[in-house]
């Protein structure tokens, strides 16, 4: 057999669909594991959606290729949703792109612009495929420190006095997974303001900026004065309408950044499927604030029943303002994140996020999803309880 390109060594397999082989493997044994690991969103998303996807798939019509710009009418529903949700105007001809979830645009962004000798700067604790997406195009990564007392926003300050050679790319994430932290207008412009002084690409990924929590509204980066230049903004209908296993995102960008963005993925993909795009136009239109702002109540009611049990079990947590995570420092020194996790996993049948997934500022960290019941959640918290309390 031959051997893997090089390329393979260069990375990990992605590291929650390691954790996943293992639950399952436990799940095998017939052990009852709890999952708080992933953020998929374990309720549905409205019946209008769904109808729409059965109703365009019994069509004829709508099952060839849906081309690799994905339907003009999803791109027209992008720009109605920045225009009405930001008061953004962007065209839908050039700049907009529809993903297969924003999972692939981050990854395929990193083909688009970076090359060997090229860095990513990327928060030292966050979403892993900022980093896995740079290594996979042979580029390398500068790790910005970001931490809790600055709310884990990065310091440009301290940044700009430091900037490897070779800096291309900044990525940027509020509400932010894992930490749950948020970002003000204010921020944004500074971001903005900072990538064009340096000439970087600002990619914001915002899937959660309509999960948010106490009354937040999470705004995007393109309101910025000077956005669209040089920002990319990666929207995702995973977590805004709990459709993550839909794969549905876009982008939105200057037409040249869509325009290289395009070139890589139109070698990777061929468009989604039309029934998709049509049910993604619906929850776009028809999907209503006040069914977000409840959905967001359920997720506020599991954060603060995590927030008040997590410091019984040895977890100092952060408050999240918005994303599907509690964030949360393990006291015990002796323990680090992922040791707690897998002792959680073995003795509690809770299955947890070592923060080290997340950079490696978040070695002393677990993350842990606010997508289970809450019924399912507070047998969670019992569990771990009573692991914690036996074990000291
Ligand atoms: C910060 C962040 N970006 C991107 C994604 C990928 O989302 P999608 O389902 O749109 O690919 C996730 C998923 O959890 C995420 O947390």
């Known amino acids: 057999m031959p051997q893997p390109a090089n390329r393979l060594f260069s990375f990990p397999d992605y590291p929650l669909a390691t954790l996943g082989r293992r639950v399952e493997e436990l799940r095998a044994q017939g052990i009852d594991i709890i999952n708080l690991d992933v953020g998929s969103p374990d309720m549905p998303p409205p019946d ?3 109808d729409t996807l059965c109703e365009t798939a019994n069509k004829s019509n709508t099952h060839g290729y849906s081309g690799y710009r994905g339907l003009k009418a999803f791109r027209e529903a992008v ?3 920045y225009a009405r949700r930001f008061g953004v105007e962007i065209d839908p001809e050039t700049q907009v792109l529809p993903l297969v979830g924003s999972k692939e645009g981050i990854v395929n962004l990193c083909l688009a612009y970076l090359d060997h000798g090229d860095v990513a700067l990327v928060p030292d604790i966050g979403y892993p495929s900022y980093s896995l997406g740079a290594y996979l195009a042979g580029a390398s990564v500068h790790w910005i420190p970001v931490s809790e007392e600055a709310g884990y ?3 440009f300050e301290a940044l700009s006095q430091n900037l490897p050679a070779g800096a ?3 990525w ?3 509400p932010n997974n894992p930490t749950g932290a948020v970002a003000s207008p204010d921020f944004y412009q500074r971001a903005v303001n900072f990538c064009r002084k340096h000439d970087l690409l600002l990619a914001s990924d915002n899937p959660y900026v309509d999960v948010t929590y106490d009354g937040f509204h ?5 309101q910025a004065a000077g956005a669209l230049e040089n920002t990319i903004e990666f929207i995702s209908f995973s977590k805004t309408y709990n459709m993550a ?4 995102g876009a982008a939105v960008s200057s037409q040249t950044t869509i325009k290289n963005l395009l070139q890589v993925k139109s070698n990777f993909d061929s468009g989604h499927f039309i029934p998709i795009y049509e049910s993604g136009i619906t929850a776009i239109d028809e999907i209503s604030q006040s069914w977000i702002h409840d959905r967001n109540m359920v997720y506020q009611r599991r954060r603060d029943i995590m927030l008040e049990v997590l410091p019984q079990v040895g977890l100092a947590p952060f408050h999240p303002g918005g994303a599907l995570y509690v964030w949360a420092k ?12 897998e002792q959680a996993l073995i003795n509690a049948h809770v299955s947890m996020a070592p923060g080290i997934i997340y950079g490696p500022g978040g070695t002393q960290y677990v993350r842990l999803s606010m997508c289970t019941t809450d019924d399912r959640l507070r047998q969670a918290l019992e569990r771990l309880k009573h692991w914690y309390q036996e074990r000291s």
């Open 172 to 174: 940027l994430n509020y």
């Open 245 to 248: 296993g839909w794969r549905l």
């Open 48 to 50: 209008v959606v769904i």
């Open 79 to 81: 720009a109605r949703y």
């Open 218 to 222: 999470a705004s995007s980066v393109l």
């Open 153 to 155: 926003l990065p310091d």
């Open 330 to 341: 393990v006291t015990d020194p002796s323990l680090n994140g992922a040791s707690y996790a």
């Open 168 to 170: 291309k790319l900044l």
